[in-house]
């Protein structure tokens, strides 16, 4: 993922495919453990991308409630996204 519309990408998020059975494909962003399924790979590129968002959008709003692990997600993701850019 080389940009998303609203938001300052720092570096190319990498993004791997697994075919989990003929109609279902998993879209990964193993550095931040995020991975979630589609039934083509752009379905699940389209989804992974929302899921990254909800979850850098999520978490950074209220840091304080994040146990260990959504903290350390947050920290991989910061590394890659800088934040909602402004038009």
């Known amino acids: 993922i080389e940009q998303i519309t609203g938001y300052?990408?720092?570096?190319?998020i990498p993004v791997t495919y697994e075919e989990m059975?003929?109609?279902?494909?998993?879209?990964a962003f193993e550095p931040a453990n995020i991975a979630i399924?589609?039934?083509s790979r752009q379905d699940?590129?389209?989804?992974?991308?929302?899921?990254?968002?909800?979850a850098f959008d999520d978490w950074s709003a209220d840091e304080s409630a994040l146990?260990?692990?959504?903290?350390?997600q947050?920290?991989?993701?910061?590394t890659y996204i800088g934040g909602k850019t402004t038009p």
């Open 44 to 54: 699940a590129y389209q989804a992974l991308i929302e899921e990254v968002l909800a």
């Open 37 to 39: 399924s589609g039934t």
């Open 21 to 27: 059975s003929d109609t279902d494909i998993q879209a």
């Open 67 to 72: 146990g260990p692990g959504p903290r350390q």
């Open 74 to 78: 947050l920290a991989v993701l910061r």
């Open 8 to 12: 300052s990408i720092l570096r190319r």
